[in-house]
């Protein structure tokens, strides 16, 4: 069976003609687009649900990470939390459970209408106990069966190596790993004195994500995790390393996207994207953050869509949500609901910023038009989030102004004004 690049080598496969349609460009451009690797289309083929393009040519995109912890295993409020993200605009899920019946987790969230990614390595640790006795047949096994489940696409962290963990030794970073992930292919790297099975075997990994249809999302396993940490040396080798892959992949057949960079200043954000983008002949960017401050805990939320929107300026295609209870808890339903709010604002202000005219957008120009003339209802269905900004608006009455100027409300008094000077 042709993997999709494939097909779109010969063709305009269904997915990708969808996607064109969405995304209101030709359908041979969105077909090239993801041929040469420049965007990527999640659908596997054994489950249906609503598709959406990543990368060249599309609109940002929004991906929300649920999921049990060991500490707190509760599938219904995950999947609570899951409706809650699509509710607000998220356009994938993350299933990223630690706690619980992983299968039966990861199924549950397969059963709702948008595409799923998954992190298999947290899977096989629970399986084999500790990190340090996952071996690659357990990996790999874990692999096939999320793919065989129906996820869209899979956060492999191929990247982190022994030159990464060399890298690591050489040039010591405050904070070390912060990527569970990376963190977990670490220890069975130094614990087992092997070479990380994904990379080490990553045709063999190729043949199974060929074989499903699956993308490759290259995770970010050594991104660094505080802004001290941002110019070490263990970052730039990931990259230089996920660059080759992401070349491997897309000469297999295999569409994928690139995770990055985490935690940096955000005068460092313009540079580390074209790098990455330089590296992997613009694959797509996935990118949690980047986090910009280290000293916000509770508005990470905040910190990150200021991130975001500069990242999504620079070339990146897909943001991941961050909640208020980064880095503290577990998220809560009205966690979820706030980051993914703040993502897809994020999202929006990065897609009018990718070109000169993009603040000349129909929407932001009928919402100008309905502030000028008063038009509440006008702007409430205009709004990303009208239905919260209609209550803002009503809390001290139905009022013809905000209650903010009321009877000195500016617009009010320049358009009385010019109104008159017509009259005469």
């Avoid at 629970?126 to 047949?137: I, L, M, S």
């Avoid at 899979?154 to 405050?174: E, Q, W, Y």
């Avoid at 702007?379 to 989030?385: E, G, I, M, R, V």
Wanted: charged share 25%.
């Amino acid at each position: 069976m042709p993997t999709l690049i494939q097909e779109c080598l010969a063709g305009i496969p269904a997915s990708v003609e969808t996607v064109a349609r969405e995304e209101g460009i030709p359908p041979r451009q969105a077909a090239r687009s993801v041929a040469r690797g420049r965007m990527v289309v999640p659908a596997n083929p054994r489950r249906s649900c609503r598709v959406c393009g990543i990368g060249e040519s599309c609109r940002v995109k929004v991906n929300v990470n649920i999921g049990t912890s060991g500490e707190r295993c509760d599938p219904e409020m995950e999947e609570a939390k899951a409706r809650a993200a699509l509710a607000n605009g998220a356009d994938t899920l993350m299933d990223l459970s630690t706690g619980g019946d992983l299968p039966a987790i990861r199924r549950r969230i397969l059963s709702l209408d948008v595409p799923v990614g998954t992190v298999p390595v947290y899977e096989a640790v629970r399986r084999a106990g500790n990190a340090a006795d996952v071996d690659g047949d357990t990996l790999f096994s874990v692999i096939r069966e999320h793919c065989r489940d129906g996820v869209d696409f899979l956060t492999l962290h191929c990247g982190v190596n022994l030159d990464a963990v060399s890298a690591l030794r050489s040039d010591p970073r405050t904070m070390q790993v912060v990527s569970r992930g990376g963190a977990f292919h670490v220890a069975m790297m130094i614990q087992r004195e092997e070479e990380n099975p994904l990379y080490a075997e990553f045709d063999y990994l190729l043949e199974i994500l060929a074989e499903y249809g699956v993308v490759a999302s290259l995770g970010d396993g050594m991104r660094p995790g505080c802004l001290q940490d941002a110019d070490r040396h263990a970052k730039m080798m990931e990259y230089l390393t996920l660059g080759r892959l992401a070349n491997r992949a897309l000469d297999a057949g295999v569409q994928r996207m690139i995770e990055g960079p985490g935690h940096i200043p955000l005068n460092q954000i313009e540079y580390n994207i074209r790098v990455i983008k330089e590296v992997t002949n613009d694959a797509p960017l996935y990118l949690l953050g980047p986090l910009v401050t280290d000293l916000a805990p509770g508005y990470d939320h905040v910190v990150s869509a200021i991130g975001g929107a500069v990242a999504c300026m620079h070339g990146a295609d897909f943001l991941c949500m961050v909640s208020p209870s980064e880095h503290l808890a577990l998220p809560l339903v009205d966690d979820i609901v706030e980051g993914t709010r703040t993502a897809k604002i994020a999202a929006h202000i990065g897609d009018i910023s990718r070109t000169r005219e993009g603040f000349r957008m129909p929407r932001e120009i009928r919402m100008a038009e309905a502030r000028h003339h008063l038009d509440w209802e006008q702007q409430f269905k205009l709004a990303l989030y009208g239905e919260n900004a209609r209550a803002i608006h009503r809390r001290d009455g139905d009022l013809e102004t905000c209650s903010m100027c009321g009877d000195l409300c500016a617009m009010k008094l320049v358009q009385e004004i010019f109104t008159k000077e017509k009259k005469k």
